[in-house]
């Protein structure tokens, strides 16, 4: 693919800002590639060019200090792929064009852009990749901007055109060679040109935030009808035959879905025989170029990309998979959602897993606080009357570096709307996800490589330090089998075992299987630690099994042994990465699907899955994760890596519990990293 790096006008330079909004933007340099960006230069503080907002009023000081100084001015303006959210509501780009001969939008003089589309050359196969970042964004459902809802127009009974509204002083209408009448004309060739077609209105999101003032009037004629609610643009182009724009970059978007585009102003992909013009296309647009030629200038060279976890440049391809994310959890979760019975410490943590755009959370202390028709959101197996609409939460398989009960934050939490993994007794989202779903190949690459990192990393749920030692050190030749102690109140004793239920049991049981095996018990490390209870004492422990660790890392342990025996731990799905042998004797979610030796059957779990697949559906589409760095949604792969890196930052030392605990509340509270 076309580097996303080419032709940088400002690269190395020394560039000045006067716009407090511009020097507001965060990781401006990167997007720049400037050497140093300096607010306010003069005499002491001299630069190398200058940067406003593309064609505002706000950008008159710089434009005249650099024709003082004789250096250049370089445009700004939002990308084509901005954020999820609206700028207006303080969401920061994820990126920006820089344009140092023009603006995109002004038709009246040349721009980079209109250079790079004029000079197109794309091989055959850098327009194989060019339509293979098309689909990834159509995939993605994504537009310039991405939070409006899905919107359902309702049966078909006709044709359907599309009309996008703007606001009134658009920038881009006035450059683009529109005025006040453009709209009615479009408005009426709309109608005019599809007899029988039923022709909708977009209205502009900024109108129906009440901020601007759109062009449309509104008008009760026959087959027209008013989109005068948030629509995001994929869900209409899923539901339209065709598209007429001004200067929208909707009908761009529209062209990117493949369908057919009339444009009554001169956008920048006007002219050049994609678009059926009506407007003052530019004359000096000669040259016939495809949507794959001008996808490649606007949105792989033109427009450049900041990842928000490293603040450095990226491609277009991460920005995608952002955006999606986000995107699909803002859609899931939209609407009123209510947290019952959550303490204060989880109150802070929890928006960063649930809500976004659309989304109103509140807490309340029990269920009588609540109404019929909200969604519930509880925490784990909380008992909720019957006939609600309940999300259950739980912690993640990737969570922390150091342990819930001593207050460190999750990275990783699941959000559960059909039951909670660790309950057997009714299908979980879990569940279901592995008993029917499908796993492309794309995610079986992404899932084999997930697990390698984890693996060669050796993370695990809690990511406990602990001294190294030998574990497994037995006589010559004989068989390491791994038994995990649980902390026996707990939920997923409580509903996952069957007959088995105490450490005890456990460990009188695999004697029993496995006579002959060096048998290694670690117990729980809440249990350890002394924030939890067991019923096992350790020195009946040491009678029953040859080796009990309270001290090495569970890593340790399962890169000695052979086979792991628990009844529902997360262990022993940690020890199925690691291609161990794994024997259990409850019900958890990683049982009954030809994976393990079982115990007890699950007659629902017909479906028998691969390791590969197994992770995909539990470490990539199951869980919620949050980066460290921002508090936004990201990717499994964000959060192994900051796992790691906080691993191995930790050291070895640990203050007392108490203390511990103590520091990571008041860290929360005080949003210290």
Not at 128 to 149: H, I, Q, T
Not at 235 to 242: C, E, T, V
Not at 472 to 478: A, D, K, S
Request: charged share 30%; aromatic share 8%; net charge positive.
């Amino acid at each position: 693919m076309p580097s996303t790096f080419a032709s940088e006008p400002l690269e190395g330079l020394r560039v000045g800002v006067f716009s407090p909004g511009i020097r507001r933007i965060p990781h401006l340099q990167a997007f720049l590639g400037a050497s140093r960006v300096i607010f306010l230069p003069g005499p002491a503080r001299r630069v190398d060019a200058v940067v406003g907002w593309g064609r505002k009023p706000s950008a008159r000081r710089a434009r005249r200090y650099a024709s003082r100084q004789g250096i250049p001015f370089v445009a700004l303006e939002d990308g084509f792929l901005r954020s999820l959210d609206l700028g207006v509501h303080g969401e920061a780009p994820m990126s920006l064009v820089v344009d140092d001969r023009g603006i995109y939008y002004d038709s009246r003089e040349p721009s980079r852009l209109e250079s790079l589309i004029t000079s197109s050359n794309l091989s055959s196969d850098d327009r194989g990749d060019v339509r293979r970042a098309m689909e990834r964004l159509r995939e993605a459902r994504l537009s310039k901007y991405n939070a409006s809802p899905e919107v359902d127009l309702g049966p078909r009974r006709a044709d359907r055109v599309l009309v996008v509204d703007q606001t009134a002083g658009d920038l881009s209408l006035r450059y683009g060679g529109c005025d006040e009448r453009t709209f009615e004309d479009m408005l009426t060739a709309a109608l005019d040109e599809n007899p029988g077609a039923d022709v909708w209105v977009k209205t502009h999101p900024d109108v129906l935030a009440r901020r601007r003032e759109g062009l449309a009037r509104r008008a009760e004629r026959p087959r027209l009808r008013w989109l005068d609610r948030p629509a995001h643009p994929a869900a209409l182009f899923d539901q339209i035959d065709r598209v007429y724009v001004m200067t929208s970059l909707m009908g761009f978007e529209a062209l990117i879905w493949g369908k057919p585009v009339t444009c009554f102003g001169a956008p920048f992909y006007a002219g050049w025989g994609v678009t059926d013009d009506r407007g003052p296309v530019p004359t000096r647009r000669q040259a016939r170029r495809s949507v794959e030629e001008i996808f490649d200038a606007a949105y792989l060279r033109y427009a450049r990309y900041v990842d928000p976890e490293t603040g450095r440049r990226c491609t277009i391809d991460r920005v995608v998979e952002d955006l999606a994310l986000r995107r699909r959890r803002a859609e899931l979760d939209r609407g009123a959602i209510t947290g019952v019975g959550f303490s204060a410490w989880k109150r802070r943590i929890v928006p960063r897993f649930v809500g976004g755009p659309g989304t109103t959370l509140r807490f309340v202390g029990d269920v009588d606080s609540t109404t019929d028709g909200e969604r519930l959101l509880v925490w784990g197996s909380r008992e909720v009357p019957e006939g609600r609409e309940v999300w259950r939460m739980e912690d993640g398989f990737l969570r922390s570096v150091g342990l819930g009960s001593d207050l460190y934050s999750p990275s990783s939490l699941v959000v559960d709307r059909r039951g909670i993994y660790y309950d057997p007794s009714v299908p979980s989202e879990l569940e279901h996800l592995l008993e029917s779903a499908d796993v492309s190949e794309t995610e079986l690459e992404r899932a084999r490589h997930l697990r390698q990192v984890i693996v060669e990393r050796g993370l695990s749920k809690y990511n406990l330090l602990g001294s190294r030692r030998r574990v497994g050190v037995g006589e010559q030749g004989r068989r390491v089998a791994l038994v995990i102690g649980q902390v026996e109140d707990d939920a997923s004793i409580r509903l996952g075992t069957v007959d088995i239920a105490r450490n005890e049991d456990l460990l009188r049981a695999v004697r029993l299987v496995r006579p002959n095996a060096h048998l290694v018990y670690k117990p729980h490390p809440d249990v350890v630690s002394g924030n939890r209870r067991d019923s096992l004492p350790l020195r009946l422990a040491k009678v029953l099994c040859d080796e009990v660790v309270t001290d090495g890392t569970l890593a340790d342990c399962l890169a000695a042994a052979q086979e792991v025996h628990t009844m529902t731990s997360l262990v022993g799905f940690e020890a199925l990465l690691r291609g161990l042998s794994v024997h259990v004797y409850g019900l958890p979610f990683y049982a009954g699907w030809g994976l393990t030796s079982d115990r007890h059957a699950h007659p629902r779990r017909t479906r028998r899955r691969t390791l590969d697949e197994l992770v995909a559906l539990t470490l990539i589409r199951y869980p919620r994760y949050a980066s460290a760095v921002t508090d936004r949604p990201t990717t499994p792969e964000v959060v192994v890596a900051q796992l790691a890196s906080a691993r191995m930052a930790t050291g070895g030392g640990r203050p007392g519990r108490a203390w511990t605990k103590l520091w990571n509340l008041l860290r929360e509270v005080s949003g210290a990293p």
